[in-house]
């Protein structure tokens, strides 16, 4: 069982930035891929960002050249650098742990971090 806490939302003005960072407990991440996932009002719930156990790192496009993700197993924590902030990065932004490669699958969330994006 892994338990994650997202925080380091908050409101900034556009062009700014944000670090959210994503707290695990109860087990270690180091076996897990980490992703960062966000849900605007009234729209799906879309990935952000993505790290895998192997630090391969993957991004959606609207956030390339803009956000990072990166990870400290020995902290047993996930991070998602946020630069030149667009309004449409308005959204709850949700940290997951995601261990694919052996049965039985486990996936877990944590509770959502609001970042706001607004002059």
């Known amino acids: 069982q892994v338990q994650l806490v997202e925080s380091g939302g908050g409101l900034v003005q556009p062009g700014g930035s944000l670090r959210l960072s994503c707290a695990a407990s109860?087990?270690?991440?180091?076996?897990?891929?980490m992703g960062w996932y966000r849900q605007a009002p009234g729209k799906q719930r879309d990935l952000v960002a993505r790290?895998?156990?192997?630090?391969?790192?993957y991004y959606a496009d609207s956030v390339k050249g803009r956000f990072t993700i990166s990870r400290d197993n020995a902290k047993n924590t996930v991070y998602l650098q946020m630069n030149s902030l667009k309004p449409e990065d308005t959204a709850v932004y949700y940290c997951?742990?995601?261990?694919?490669?052996?049965?039985?699958?486990?996936?877990?969330w944590g509770q959502g971090t609001q970042v706001s994006v607004s002059s």
């Open positions: 997951n742990a995601d261990r694919n490669w052996a049965s039985p699958r486990l996936n877990y």
């Open positions: 109860g087990s270690s991440i180091s076996m897990y891929d």
């Open positions: 790290i895998t156990r192997f630090i391969n790192t």
